[in-house]
């Protein structure tokens, strides 16, 4: 069995795939009830519970489905025993954006914690530098 770090890994990754194919019983996947996500778009003060990060994602899978991209370009995990951390950087825009800012990224920080031995998303923070 692979180790808590390999597990987070995996699942982020999965979780990416699902975001790219538009796929949002497998966004959702490995979510806590009560994650908390802080997003590009508003609101500043961010959402609270899995219904609230569902009605995020149509619009985003309306965007994406015009050619953007939601690719990982690295990522990092720190697992303890219970708590985990992972950050990212993404290719997150269309082909033009990209042709005009090739270094943008999307910057993404999830924590995760473990409940009945399986790894669950509690926060996810995603954001964009600021010029």
């Not at 987070?8 to 996500?37: F, N, P, Q, S, Y």
């Not at 082909?95 to 409940?115: M, N, S």
Request: aromatic content about 10%.
């Amino acid at each position: 069995m692979p180790d808590d770090a390999a597990q987070i890994r995996t699942l982020i990754e999965k979780w990416a795939e699902a975001v790219h194919r538009g796929d949002l019983d497998g966004v959702l996947a490995d979510h806590a009830e009560d994650i908390v996500m802080y997003d590009v778009p508003p609101p500043d003060e961010g959402i609270r519970g899995l219904a609230a990060y569902r009605a995020t994602w149509p619009p985003f899978f309306a965007w994406q489905a015009q050619g953007a991209c939601f690719d990982i370009e690295s990522l990092d995990v720190t697992a303890g025993t219970d708590v985990a951390y992972a950050h990212a950087l993404l290719y997150c825009a269309t082909p033009q954006e990209l042709a005009e800012h090739p270094t943008l990224r999307l910057r993404l920080t999830i924590g995760l914690r473990k409940e009945r031995n399986r790894w669950l998303v509690a926060h996810e923070h995603h954001s964009f530098p600021h010029d």
